[in-house]
């Protein structure tokens, strides 16, 4: 028990030092230009979230979103650079 | 010996094939242009030892997990056909992801060379790569390459390289063969030690100045071509400029000069043939030989000005962009964005195009891409979309713009349609797609694309559009008791006969004349054979005047010999451009679909859409020029309706199925 | 006599062009004469029978 809330108060803290104290929950309510860390590949979707890692997003990895153009988002993982849907980005956990 | 290449997707692996083997495959700067392997015997220059050696080509993958068909084919075939040596083409700008699927090659126990590609790109950005360091770390040899490049390349070392590893054995530097795969924690915590590793090899041997998820001109770039509102305005506009100097300027120029060299083959030709020869024998070969193929010929330099900009668009990695920008509105109608490759590579030939759909994974989704792709405008419907702008509407760039836009929005109609249909419009998809960087488009790979589909044009003119003209001159020069038909009765012909049925069909669209419906019809084999077949048939020997130095400068004596105003001539394109595309097409689309149901609703569909398409067009068309209806307007009224009906009355019953599926769900 | 020369000159274009479609057919390309229509150049067992992979 102490040990999960220990674990929340580091990555509430963590948060903190990287969206400048933004209750930032997924990519989609991300800023444009801040690194975040991933926490979490949220899905069903077994083959997604594979597919994800392999392109090197997943939990620990950082993402920046680079530009939000309509209803896309582009992400800058490793070094590419993708587009990815709403629905995709409120998947990915910050 | 037999080397396979192997990489991420737009990693340049076809570029390379290409390269080292001379041949000329599909390459374009995004990811996911090459779906299936492909062999080539090495060139004897790169290949010094003598032994022949052949090069695979494969589809791109991130890992050797499959994810997507065409990812499984890669998969399959390093792990079943043994390759003596694998090459691993690495992106030198994406290190830390592409050396992920390395160390997962190097554990199949084949001789791996990792060829360092895109080595180019990194000097620009500053960034150095200790190949030393990274050979070193990986446990394997490491050559950096440009295959873009003609000479200095790296090439060379590669394959001798390539041939030296042969039967040596090399250590993985990550090894994961202690895992049970079958447990997916177990398979997942490797994967993530992998990348550690990964990782670990990365911060060693890369140096990189700029760090890469910063803000670049490419990023500013990006948000204006792939804009909200801007995107499809500056796709259009660029559209119109590829039509505009294919059609309009540059084009006709060229296709003067060539049209009077097909003339000149005519006149060369009935001068040798003299007076003494048989009528029926000349008129075979004067029309229907040389002047149903040149005619179809004789818009090759339009096409290859065309295909050479398209080339040109798809180099430079704008086709990404568009992707992008449909996405927002495929999305909608239950596609998704993965549709648009198959359609985008649909502008060249729907045939590849159809077989891209493959990568899509969701079943409804593959099957509606590939009874959608063929409304885009191919290479073959060109001449066609050509003949018709420079006959009635003097080159105007805006028909071929306009013809793409419709099939656009034909395409996102019908697909709203079937999602509706199958009463899946609850499904949801996931879009994701690599962004590949800008690049100046190379001119020499843009040639070469253009005269290899050039070619291609050329020998698909000389075999089935002069076998087919050929078929419909005698068709058309004799009647059913194979005598000659007197002039002035040739609608006695047997091919008049075969296409009048079908002529009254097409009275309502405006075009119900039976040498139009032949037209058409011969457009099933290719779509090329609607401009060959209406030389033949009109005996009109070139749609290209020499004289006045434009094309189709004489339009107006061809419009008055076919009979037709301009709305039923735009009705008459629009049905040739949306009815089902030529017979290979359908195969493909039966290969892809695997469903009887869904390949007969596809073809009816796209003869429904040609139908109620043609009609508006011509109907509406009239109204505003004449002030009137055009003829048949009941009939084919109630045509459309009945077929417009029926669809909705699929769409009602699709909605009840998704209503029950939802009352299931909760 | 020019009747069977102009004769013999059809037949042998037509043959020519038959020729030519017989064996790209038997090369096993889908659509003689399409831009990169795909054909699976010497012995492949194609692609046709990988999974098919349905969400």
């Known amino acids: 028990m102490a040990s999960i809330l220990v674990s929340e108060v580091m990555t509430g803290t963590y948060e903190f030092e990287d969206s400048g104290g933004d209750s930032v929950k997924n990519l989609s309510e991300a800023k444009v230009d801040v690194e975040y860390t991933i926490r979490e590949i949220e899905t069903n979707d077994n083959e997604l979230k594979s597919f994800l890692f392999t392109l090197g997003c997943y939990e620990g990895e950082t993402v920046t979103v680079i530009s939000v153009l309509a209803e896309n988002y582009v992400i800058s993982v490793k070094d590419a650079r993708y587009s990815i849907d709403w629905e995709l980005a409120k998947a990915i956990i910050v | 010996m037999k080397i396979a290449l192997t990489g991420n997707p737009n990693s340049g692996k076809t570029t390379m094939f290409n390269a080292i083997t001379g041949k000329i495959e599909h390459v374009g700067n995004w990811a996911g242009v090459t779906i299936e392997k492909k062999e080539g015997d090495i060139k004897k220059n790169l290949n010094k030892t003598g032994i022949e050696i052949t090069a695979v080509d494969l589809p791109g993958a991130y890992s050797m997990s499959p994810f997507t068909s065409e990812e499984s084919i890669t998969r399959d075939f390093v792990k079943n056909e043994n390759p003596d040596v694998i090459i691993n083409i690495v992106d030198a700008t994406n290190l830390s992801r592409s050396l992920f699927f390395t160390t997962q090659l190097m554990e199949l126990g084949i001789p791996v060379v990792v060829a360092l590609n895109k080595s180019d790109l990194n000097e620009k950005k500053k960034t150095a790569i200790n190949v030393k360091a990274l050979s070193k770390a990986l446990g394997c040899p490491v050559i950096k390459t440009i295959s873009t490049k003609v000479s200095d390349n790296g090439l060379e070392a590669l394959i001798s390289k390539a041939v030296e590893v042969k039967g040596k054995s090399q250590t993985a530097p990550y090894d994961s063969k202690r895992i049970d795969f079958a447990n997916a924690k177990a398979v997942e915590a490797s994967d993530k030690k992998r990348y550690e590793f990964v990782n670990s090899i990365v911060s060693n041997v890369e140096d990189r100045k700029v760090s890469s998820n910063h803000q670049t001109k490419q990023d500013a770039a990006d948000r204006i071509l792939a804009h909200k509102w801007f995107g499809i305005p500056i796709f259009a506009a660029v559209m119109w400029a590829v039509f505009s100097i294919s059609q309009t300027h540059l084009g006709p120029l060229l296709a003067d000069t060539f049209a009077g060299w097909i003339d000149g083959l005519y006149a060369w030709t009935e001068g040798m043939l003299g007076e003494g020869v048989s009528p029926i024998l000349s008129s075979l070969l004067l029309d229907g030989i040389i002047g149903g193929v040149g005619a179809v010929v004789g818009f090759l330099p339009l096409i290859m000005v065309l295909f050479f900009l398209l080339a040109l668009l798809e180099d430079c990695g704008y086709m990404a962009r568009v992707a992008v920008v449909m996405d927002r509105f495929f999305k909608r109608v239950g596609l998704s964005g993965k549709s648009i490759i198959p359609m985008v590579i649909g502008t060249g030939c729907a045939i590849p195009g159809i077989m891209a759909t493959r990568t899509i994974k969701n079943e409804r989704q593959r099957r509606t891409t590939a009874m959608l792709t063929p409304f885009m405008p191919c290479g073959a419907k060109l001449p066609v979309i050509a003949l018709f702008a420079g006959t009635f509407f003097d080159d105007a760039a805006w028909v071929g713009t306009t013809m793409y836009f419709m099939g656009i929005a034909i395409i996102i109609l019908g697909a709203l349609i079937v999602v509706r249909i199958t009463g899946e419009k609850n499904a949801r998809s996931f879009f994701i797609m690599e962004l590949p960087e800008y690049r100046f488009p190379s001119i020499k790979r843009a040639t070469i694309s253009m005269l290899s589909r050039g070619k291609a044009f050329i020998i698909k003119a000389g075999t089935i559009i002069l076998l087919c003209n050929a078929a419909v001159q005698v068709m058309q020069t004799f009647n059913w008791q194979f005598q000659v038909v007197a002039e002035g009765a040739e609608s006695t012909s047997i091919l008049a006969s075969i296409a009048s049925p079908f002529a009254i069909l097409l009275i309502p669209l405006g075009f119900g004349v039976w040498q139009l419906a032949a037209a058409a019809i011969t457009g099933f084999i290719a779509k090329e054979n609607v401009v060959g077949t209406l030389a033949v048939v009109y005996s009109i020997t070139n749609f290209i005047d020499t004289e006045e130095l434009a094309l189709v400068s004489g339009g107006a004596d061809v419009a008055s010999v076919m009979g037709l105003t301009s709305v039923a001539a735009l009705a008459y394109l629009m049905f040739n451009l949306f009815t089902p595309p030529c017979f290979a097409a359908i195969g493909a689309m039966n290969a892809e679909m695997e469903d009887r149901k869904w390949l007969w609703g596809g073809i009816s569909f796209q003869f429904g859409m040609g139908y109620v398409v043609a009609f508006l067009t011509y109907q509406i068309g009239t109204l505003i020029t004449t002030g009137s209806l055009g003829t048949g307007f009941i009939t084919g009224f109630i045509a459309v309706a009945v077929m417009v009906g029926y669809v909705v009355h699929l769409v009602i019953k699709g909605n009840n199925k998704a209503q029950q599926k939802l009352k299931m769900s909760a | ?55």
């Open chain 3, 1 to 55: 006599m020019t009747n069977i020369i102009v004769g013999v000159v059809i037949v042998s274009i037509i043959g020519l062009s038959i020729a030519k479609v017989i064996c790209e057919k038997q090369k096993g390309v889908k659509c003689i004469g399409c831009p990169h229509a795909g054909s699976n150049n010497k012995k492949s067992n194609c692609s046709c029978n990988t999974a098919k992979l349905d969400r």
